[in-house]
C-alpha cells in the first residue's frame, strides 16, 4: 500500500491562515465598530443633554432617568449589535447564534447555580483587588448607584437592570461577538469576549467583575449550547446585586441581612452541587481547539484586538476606565 507523504500542503495551510486572519480582523471591524458606537453614542448624548441643559432635569426625575438609562441600552447596544449580527452571517459558517434551547436541560440546570456562584466569587476577587489598591492609596474608578424611592420608577429600575440589560449585554456579547470567533478555539472566543464586555463598563471596579463574569457567562453558553443559560444567570446576577443594594438601604437590617445570608448560602450549597454534577458528567461539551495548528495565539489576538475600530473603541473605554 502507497503512502502519500505529501498529503500536507503548506501553501494551502497558509492561505488558511491567512483566510482566518481576514475574518477575524473582520469579526473586529464588525464588533467593534459597534462597541465604538455604544460609547460613542453616550458621549454625544450626555454632551447634548449639558448643552441643553437637560441633565439635571432627567438626573432629578427617577422615572425620566430609567426610561433614559434603558433608551441607552436600546439604541446604544442593541440596534448597533443587531446590525453586526445581519453581517455575521455572511461569513459566520453554521449562522449559529445558539439562540435554541439548552441541548441538555439537566447540565443547563446545574450550571445555572454554578456559573452564579462563580460570580458571587468574581465579585470577592474585585472587591479584594480594589482594596489592595485602596491599602496603598491608589483609588480604582468606579460607580456607585441606589434604589429610587417612587414606585414607578424602582419597577422601571428593576426592569432595566436584571432584565434589559442582561438580555441585550449576553445577546451582544456571548451570541455577536463570541460565536464566530469560537471557530479559532473557544477559549480564545471567550477571553476576547470577556475582555470588551469588562471595557464596556467603562470603570475598573466593575470592569475587574465584569471580566470574571464573562468568562463565566461565555463558558456557560458554550458548555450548555445556549446563551439564554448565561442570560439566567447575569439576570439572577444582576438580581442579586439589586437585593443587596435593598439590605443596605433597609432600615430592618436584622431581618433583610439574615435573609440576604441565607440566599447566599444557599446559591453557595447548591452552586458546590451543580459543579461536581458538571464534572461528573462525562457528555459536557470540552472547549475545543482551533482546526488551524498553524494559527499563533498572538495572531488571532492581534487580528481582533487590532482591528482600527475595535482598537480606537479599547483606548476609548481604557481612558474612562482608568480616570
Not at 156 to 165: D, E, G, T
Not at 229 to 257: D, K, Q, W, Y
Amino acid at each position: 500500500m502507497e503512502t502519500n507523504f505529501y498529503s500536507y500542503d503548506p501553501e494551502q495551510a497558509h492561505q488558511q491562515k491567512l483566510n482566518a486572519i481576514s475574518t477575524i480582523r473582520k469579526h473586529g471591524n464588525f464588533t467593534g465598530a459597534a462597541t465604538l458606537f455604544f460609547v460613542i453614542f453616550a458621549i454625544a448624548v450626555v454632551f447634548a443633554l449639558e448643552l441643553f441643559d437637560l441633565s439635571s432635569r432627567i438626573m432629578n426625575d427617577e422615572v425620566l432617568s430609567e426610561c433614559f438609562d434603558i433608551a441607552l441600552t436600546f439604541f446604544g447596544i442593541f440596534i448597533p449589535f443587531f446590525i453586526v449580527m445581519l453581517k455575521v452571517r455572511r461569513y459566520h459558517p453554521d449562522h449559529s447564534f445558539e439562540l435554541e434551547k439548552p441541548k441538555d436541560k439537566k447540565l443547563a440546570l446545574w450550571a445555572i447555580p454554578t456559573g452564579l456562584m462563580l460570580c458571587l466569587l468574581g465579585d470577592k476577587i474585585a472587591s479584594f483587588i480594589s482594596a489592595f489598591f485602596d491599602y496603598f492609596g491608589v483609588e480604582l474608578t468606579s460607580t456607585s448607584s441606589s434604589l429610587p424611592n417612587s414606585g414607578i420608577a424602582a419597577v422601571l429600575y428593576f426592569l432595566s437592570v436584571v432584565v434589559i440589560a442582561p438580555l441585550v449585554e449576553e445577546f451582544a456579547m456571548r451570541a455577536v461577538t463570541m460565536q464566530p470567533l469560537r471557530k479559532y478555539g473557544e477559549k480564545f472566543a471567550i477571553v476576547m469576549t470577556a475582555f470588551v464586555f469588562a471595557l464596556m463598563h467603562q470603570n475598573m471596579v466593575q470592569g475587574i467583575f465584569a471580566f470574571i463574569a464573562g468568562l463565566v457567562f461565555g463558558y456557560v453558553c458554550i458548555l450548555t449550547g445556549s446563551v439564554w443559560c448565561s442570560i439566567a444567570i447575569h439576570c439572577l446576577n444582576n438580581f442579586l446585586s439589586v437585593v443587596s443594594m435593598a439590605v443596605n438601604e433597609s432600615t430592618a437590617e436584622g431581618s433583610s441581612v439574615v435573609f440576604y445570608n441565607f440566599l447566599v448560602i444557599a446559591i453557595n450549597v447548591f452552586g458546590v452541587i451543580g459543579a461536581v454534577m458538571i464534572i461528573m458528567n462525562k457528555n459536557r461539551p470540552k472547549l475545543q481547539k482551533s482546526a488551524l495548528k498553524n494559527l499563533m495565539i498572538r495572531e488571532k489576538v492581534a487580528a481582533f484586538l487590532f482591528a482600527p475600530p475595535m482598537l480606537i473603541a479599547i483606548v476609548i473605554m481604557a481612558i474612562n476606565c482608568l480616570f
